[in-house]
């Protein structure tokens, strides 16, 4: 019986070899024509020389997949930048029984595609002895423990010593892969001893960075110093001069890498290990014959750069456009509404024709917490679909949400026709609240801007969800300067701000308003028999009487200790009386339904405001207090006490 297939595969990625990653992908869909399948890539930016808890943040978009969902994943060990994610994937995908291909590092139990770099490492080496007479060779490696880069050394040290050289231990240095270390080595390394016949990199990312900064202090290449790399980036072939590198194939390691994981899949018999081989790349940067026509090739760069320029500009307007809208928001609701609105006018679709935005909803919805609250160690299961671009058409994304098992939003697989989705991680510093999802055809996967995509988009979430807790904080504060703590009424600073207004509106709309003065019977006495504690209940015993049986837009002041005030706009003598009795009527009811040994009541008096007398609020107030007092007097002359 045929094994029953999901069509999908999990590739475990890093975006800062996007290149490598694209060329790989070109294989794996070249297989696609034998076996239909999707591609779902999961892009961390993890990298040696950034703050762990960023890196934290990054590499958890590794946890996001629920492998036992896919037939099987390809990881690329090599580039993760973290041994301990390496672990992770593997153990879960032994776990989940879910075949698993390494690539780029021999992982315990799983089967392996690696590059023979020992080939076109070899052919460099032998190039710069041989053919450019090299005698003393500085190596810069990547850091200390990685595999890949003491594979390099120790091929270079084996034909140095082949041809009767050696590698000093004072010219063995290390740029941790990135430019910043690099710009750095010809100062710290290189001058001190004085420069040497050559200098053979670990990558192309810091070979490039090392002749910037030779170029910047005068010093030719390859007239004074050779300087060679290792990927064969774009950025090699277009730079002067064109750098010497080594090509390692990932074209064919993508289809082998796919190939061997549906051998395991359907059970096929498969190799355990298999080498793909590197080879030279020779360019300008060694002197001598060259490979390609780099000239032609940095014309045709340049014929394009202003199509590029145009390009890159578009996209950071649109990146800005993109944080405005959000950072623009004054609710989640909003940040939905903002997003569509911003994918729709987006005619450029630099996200691709199939992208989405899904949140932790709470990371917004509950402001006040801090993220360390809400997301720390994992992504949730369920996410809100914040917005969402499908097959070109921004869809609604209202009250649409999506689980781990699923992760693309509107999205069926189609048979016949294969699909590759890139996700990233959104996250604040070390904790994850949500992820992004591209396809292949995005221009910032293809022109390898996703990092700065995604990091204006969780710049601007951040600044959003700091606006919200702002806000949030300042209604708090409104709050607590206008009611008062006890009866949540208004208190005599909202009086002066809301009541007073009030009557004003109504004079000019020509209406009348009530002004309704309470004030509670025999406080005094409540408080001296049986505690300020019984006193304070009085309180809100008539507070509460009043808040409910008034409407939505009168006023209701606590104005003194037992003293209360109600403006009522539109009203008139008939609805006053109403409400006046109401309030009183409340008041016996919980009298009778309770069990306290005291009796709460309440004097009233009320006034009918007239909009065309001269009279203030002050003078409606009181009118009202007599006539409460009034009602008072009556109330003490019928106390058998």
């Known amino acids: 019986m045929e094994k029953s297939l999901k069509k999908k595969i999990a590739v475990y990625a890093n975006g800062w070899n996007n290149q490598i990653t694209l060329e790989a ?50 990881m690329f060990s ?42 076109g490492m070899r052919q460099l080496a032998t190039r710069l002895v041989e053919d450019c007479g090299v005698k003393r060779v500085v190596y810069v490696g990547g850091t200390p423990d990685h595999v890949d880069s003491n594979e390099r050394q120790r091929v270079l040290e084996e034909v140095l010593a082949e041809h009767g050289l050696s590698l000093a231990p004072e010219d063995i240095c290390f740029g941790e892969w990135g430019n910043h270390r690099a710009r750095s080595i ?23 960075a090392l002749m910037s900064t030779c170029a910047e202090n005068g010093i030719k290449i390859p007239e004074q110093m050779k300087v060679t790399g290792f990927d064969c980036i774009t950025e090699g072939q277009i730079n002067y001069p064109s750098l010497t590198t080594v090509t390692q194939n990932y074209e064919e390691v993508g289809y082998t890498a796919v190939k061997m994981l549906y051998d395991l899949i359907y059970g096929r018999e498969t190799e355990m290990e298999c080498l793909v081989p590197s080879k030279l790349v020779a360019a300008e940067s060694c002197g001598g014959d060259t490979d390609k026509d780099y000239e032609k090739i940095r014309q045709q760069y340049c014929q394009a750069i202003y199509g590029k320029y145009l390009v890159a500009n578009q996209l950071e307007q649109s990146e800005r456009m993109l944080r405005t809208r959000i950072s623009e928001a004054e609710d989640y609701e909003e940040l939905r509404k903002n ?25 917004v919805r509950d402001v006040m917490k801090e993220e360390s609250e809400l997301v720390l160690d994992s992504f949730d299961e369920r996410f809100e679909v914040v917005v969402c671009r499908h097959d070109g058409t921004v869809i609604d994304c209202t009250g649409m949400s999506i689980d781990r098992h699923r ?24 904790y994850n609240y949500g992820y992004m999802q591209f396809d292949l055809d995005a221009m910032i996967i293809q022109e390898g801007r996703m990092y700065t995509y995604v990091e204006k988009a969780q710049q601007a979430l951040t600044l959003l969800r700091v606006n919200l807790r702002l806000e949030a904080m300042n209604q708090n504060l409104i709050r607590l300067y206008d009611k008062d703590p006890m009866t ?121 405001t007239d909009p065309d007398s001269d009279m203030t609020m002050e003078d409606y107030i009181k009118e009202a207090d ?9 109330v003490h002359a019928n106390d058998p006490r």
């Open 488 to 608: 949540d009424l208004y208190n005599r600073f909202a009086y002066e701000d809301k009541a007073i207004p009030l009557i004003e509106e109504s004079k000019k709309s020509k209406s009348t308003a009530m002004v309704l003065f309470v004030d509670i019977n025999y406080m005094k006495r409540i408080n001296d028999q049986y505690g300020h504690i019984h006193g304070d209940n009085a309180i809100r015993t008539v507070a509460t009487a009043i808040k409910k049986n008034i409407e939505e837009n009168w006023i209701a002041v606590r104005y003194g200790g037992d003293e209360f005030l109600v403006i009522a706009p539109d009203c008139g003598e008939e609805k006053a009386e109403l409400t006046r009795q109401r309030i009183l009527n409340y008041l016996e009811e919980r009298n009778q339904d309770s069990n306290q040994p005291y009796h709460i009541s309440a004097s009233s008096g009320y006034v009918i």
């Open 339 to 363: 997003l569509k609105t911003h994918y729709t006018n987006n005619n450029f679709l630099f996200e691709g024709n199939d992208c989405a935005m899904m949140l932790d909803s709470e990371y």
């Open 186 to 208: 010809l100062r710290d390394v290189l001058l001190p001893r004085g420069l040497p016949d050559a200098v053979v990199c670990a990558n192309d990312v810091m070979a490039l």
């Open 78 to 119: 090599g580039m993760l930048n973290s041994p301990g994610a390496v672990k992770r994937i593997t153990e879960r995908a032994k776990e989940a029984g879910v075949p698993l291909i390494s690539v780029g590092v021999k992982v315990d139990g799983i089967p392996f595609v690696g590059i023979n770099n020992e080939v």
């Open 626 to 634: 007599k006539l409460m007092y009034e009602m008072k007097a009556i």
């Open 407 to 430: 992760l693309i939003p509107a999205y069926e697989k189609v048979p016949g026709v294969q699909r590759v989705f890139f996700f990233m991680p959104l996250h604040t510093l070390q």
């Open 25 to 74: 992908l070109a294989g794996m869909k070249a297989y696609a024509k034998e076996e239909d399948f999707d591609i779902n890539v999961f892009y961390s930016h993890a990298s040696y020389n950034e703050y762990d808890y960023l890196n934290q943040g990054e590499l958890r978009i590794y946890d996001l997949a629920n492998i036992s969902d896919f037939d099987g994943a390809i």
